[in-house]
């Protein structure tokens, strides 16, 4: 049993972790600019492909959907592989408006010092399955979901992976919390069997809980 001191402090402590991953991402912006592009249209082993014909580092970085995957690295090279894509066959190759090349090696110190920084907390035992995007796996171990965690800032999203994992341990409705529904939209797309919620205003709480009925 958690109390409630105890829940404030896992909060608390959950929100200093994202402002310390934010912060040390914004360092790796700052020190080495860097950018993304979506490839539509392409499969994910066709899109790894045209990655490794561009020298330099350009890896993949979102595995979003069968058909679209967001690649990363210095501007110069993310422009050759959306290029490169285009001659290839792929739909699309849009540039995407940031300034790092987030999920990619690039970010190695920042993934070092988020590391380092997440060494002064005390991770427990998950209660249940949670699925790294990391992997696309589940972990039930307190030392996998601090790898995981480390690791996340240089690994790419595996989206596809972690959707078939959670389908895979009998998870059919899904609920995407937080505005807008894009992610949503592309678990639906992965699985159309799938039942996909977006909870992301009020009125969509109280329609989920019936809240809005009891006043």
Same mark, same amino acid.
């Given at each position: 049993?958690? %109390? $409630?001191?105890?829940? /404030?402090?896992?909060f608390?402590?959950?929100?200093k !972790?994202?402002a @310390?991953r @934010?912060n040390?991402?914004?360092?790796?912006?700052? !020190?080495? *600019?860097?950018?993304?592009?979506?490839?539509?249209g392409m =499969?994910?082993?066709?899109?790894e =492909?045209v990655?490794?014909?561009?020298p330099?580092?350009v890896?993949? @970085?979102?595995?979003?959907e *069968?058909?679209?995957t967001?690649v990363? &690295?210095?501007?110069?090279?993310v422009?050759?592989v #959306?290029?490169?894509? +285009?001659?290839? /066959?792929?739909?699309?190759?849009?540039?995407?408006?940031? %300034? /790092? #090349?987030?999920? &990619?090696?690039?970010?190695?110190e &920042? #993934?070092?010092?988020? @590391?380092d920084?997440l060494g002064?907390f005390?991770i427990?035992?998950?209660?249940f *399955?949670? $699925?790294?995007?990391?992997?696309? +796996?589940?972990?039930?171990a307190?030392?996998e979901?601090?790898d995981?965690?480390?690791?996340?800032l240089? &690994?790419p999203?595996?989206?596809?992976?972690t959707?078939? %994992?959670a389908?895979g341990?009998?998870?059919?409705?899904?609920?995407?919390?937080g505005?807008?529904?894009?992610?949503?939209?592309l678990?639906?797309?992965?699985d +159309?069997?799938?039942?996909?919620t977006?909870? /992301?205003k009020?009125?969509?709480?109280?329609a !989920?809980?019936g809240?809005a009925a009891?006043g």
């Open positions: 049993m958690v %109390s $409630i001191t105890e829940m /404030g402090n896992v608390s402590d959950g929100l !972790l994202v @310390a @934010a040390a991402m914004q360092k790796a912006c700052e !020190l080495q *600019p860097g950018t993304m592009a979506a490839i539509l =499969e994910d082993a066709k899109v =492909e990655c490794a014909g561009i330099g580092v890896v993949p @970085a979102n595995y979003n *069968p058909k679209q967001v990363s &690295s210095e501007v110069s090279a422009k050759a #959306a290029e490169l894509a +285009r001659t290839r /066959g792929a739909l699309k190759a849009v540039l995407l408006p940031v %300034s /790092g #090349a987030f999920h &990619s090696p690039l970010l190695k &920042s #993934a070092a010092e988020f @590391a920084y002064q005390e427990r035992q998950p209660a *399955p949670v $699925i790294a995007n990391v992997t696309g +796996r589940p972990v039930t307190a030392d979901v601090r995981c965690l480390a690791r996340q240089i &690994s999203v595996r989206w596809v992976a959707i078939a %994992s389908k341990i009998g998870c059919t409705k899904f609920l995407e919390i505005p807008g529904n894009v992610l949503a939209g678990a639906r797309r992965i +159309r069997e799938l039942s996909v977006a909870v /992301g009020v009125a969509d709480v109280e !989920l809980t809240t009891a």
